[in-house]
């Protein structure tokens, strides 16, 4: 990986741990207050950690130049795709495999952290060629 791929990498994982932190806690307190299952509290925590993860990596870590119009909705698809997976990889650790939900929760958030990176910063976030262009 190149220097400033591995920096925006690493910007992204910074900024990404306060989405987790907003997921982490939304699942925390649906679990502990008995108000959901881990998969389903999870998935929810997602969609609020995703909205947090949206603002920030679109200001700061991509510094991006594309519109919302043009950047949300390709956020959106990326952050459904994390979602779908993320509820899968816990269902099938907490489910299946018998994993407590907070270990199941941290390696589904290392696996879901790589693809919506993969994907941010190849698909989601890259300027519009018409802009690659003019810089």
């Known amino acids: 990986m190149k220097p400033a791929a591995l920096l ?34 999870s998935c929810i925590g997602a969609i609020a950690g995703a909205i947090v993860n949206y603002v920030l990596n679109y200001r700061f870590t991509f510094k991006a130049s594309a519109t919302h119009g043009r950047s949300a909705p390709r956020f959106a698809l990326v952050a459904a795709a994390g979602i779908v997976l993320n509820g899968a990889l816990m269902n099938g650790l907490t489910g299946h495999l018998n994993v407590s939900w907070l270990p199941a929760q941290i390696v589904t958030t290392a696996c879901v952290l790589l693809l919506t990176y ?13 802009d690659r262009l003019s810089h």
């Open 8 to 41: 925006r990498f690493a910007g992204y994982a910074c900024v990404g741990a306060t989405g987790t932190a907003a997921q982490y806690a939304v699942l925390s307190a649906l679990v502990f207050l008995d108000l959901s299952g881990a998969v389903v509290a």
């Open 118 to 130: 993969t994907a941010s910063a190849m698909w989601t976030f890259r300027p519009a060629a018409s």
